[in-house]
T-cell receptor, first 109, second 113 residues
Framework: GQNIDQPTEMTATEGAIVQINCTYQ??????LFWYQQHAGEAPTFLSY??LDGLEEKGRFSSFLSRSKGYSYLLLKELQMKDSASYLC??????????WGAGTKLIIKP | IAGITQAPTSQILAAGRRMTLRCTQD?????MYWYRQDLGLGLRLIHY???????GKGEVPDGYSVSRANTDDFPLTLASAVPSQTSVYFC????????????FGPGTRLTVL
C-alpha cells in the first residue's frame, strides 16, 4: 500500500528553528509537495521537490532523499503566524497526490 | 472570480437528502479534484477530472458523483447523504494531471444529521 508518515504534532519556540520530517512509501515517485494549512482554511503550496537535495525559499527550506523515501521541511526564525498544520504529499506513478495526515506545529512565545 | 471558489461555505443536511457542492475556477486549469478532510486523517481524494468531459474515481468515491461539463465547473453530488459524510470538502485544481501543484478552494463544511 501507499503510505506517508509525519509526526502528528510538534511544538517550537518563536525565533527558533524546527524540522518536520516526512517518510513515504508509494508506487512510483513524481515529486513531493509541502503545503501549509492554517486552522479552518485551505491548504496553500509551500514547496516542491523532485530531485534530491535542498530547495530554499526564504525562511522555509525543503529537502528530499529519493533513495531513503524521506523529506523534511525546515522553518527558520519561527513566527507566531507559522502556527499551522504542514502537509506532506507525494505524486505517485499515476500522478495522483498521496497525502500525509499533516503535522500540527504549535509556536510558543 | 479570482482563483477557485466553493459554495456553500457550510451546510447542515438531514440524512437521506440530496446535496450538490459547487466548485468553480477561473484559472483555465485542466485538472480538478474533490477531497474530504476529517480530523486525524489526510486529505482523501473522492473524484477527479483530468480534463473537461472526463472524470475518475479516487480513494473514497462511494456515495458521491461528479460531472465536468466544462473547464470551469466541477460539482460534487451526494445522492442520499449519510452521517459518515460529515466532513470538510475541498475542491482543488491544477494546470494538468501531471503538473500537480494544486490550488484549493476555501472548503465547504458539511454536517449530515
Amino acid at each position: 500500500g501507499q503510505n506517508i508518515d509525519q509526526p502528528t504534532e510538534m511544538t517550537a519556540t518563536e525565533g527558533a528553528i524546527v524540522q518536520i520530517n516526512c517518510t513515504y512509501q508509494t508506487s512510483g515517485f513524481n515529486g513531493l509537495f509541502w503545503y501549509q494549512q492554517h486552522a479552518g482554511e485551505a491548504p496553500t503550496f509551500l514547496s516542491y521537490n523532485v530531485l534530491d537535495g535542498l530547495e530554499e525559499k526564504g525562511r522555509f527550506s525543503s529537502f528530499l532523499s529519493r533513495s531513503k523515501g524521506y523529506s523534511y521541511l525546515l522553518l527558520k526564525e519561527l513566527q507566531m503566524k507559522d502556527s499551522a498544520s504542514y502537509l506532506c504529499a507525494v505524486t505517485d506513478s499515476n500522478y495522483q497526490l498521496i497525502w500525509g495526515a499533516g503535522t500540527k506545529l504549535i509556536i510558543k512565545p | 472570480i479570482a482563483g477557485i471558489t466553493q459554495a456553500p461555505t457550510s451546510q447542515i443536511l438531514a440524512a437521506g437528502r440530496r446535496m450538490t457542492l459547487r466548485c468553480t475556477q477561473d484559472m483555465r486549469h485542466n485538472a480538478m479534484y474533490w477531497y474530504r478532510q476529517d480530523l486525524g486523517l489526510g486529505l482523501r481524494l473522492i473524484h477527479y477530472s483530468n480534463t473537461a468531459g472526463t472524470t475518475g474515481k479516487g480513494e473514497v468515491p462511494d456515495g458521491y458523483s461528479v460531472s465536468r461539463a466544462n473547464t470551469d465547473d466541477f460539482p460534487l453530488t451526494l445522492a442520499s447523504a449519510v452521517p459518515s459524510q460529515t466532513s470538510v470538502y475541498f475542491c482543488a485544481s491544477s494546470r494538468g494531471p501531471d503538473n500537480n501543484e494544486q490550488f484549493f478552494g476555501p472548503g465547504t463544511r458539511l454536517t449530515v444529521l
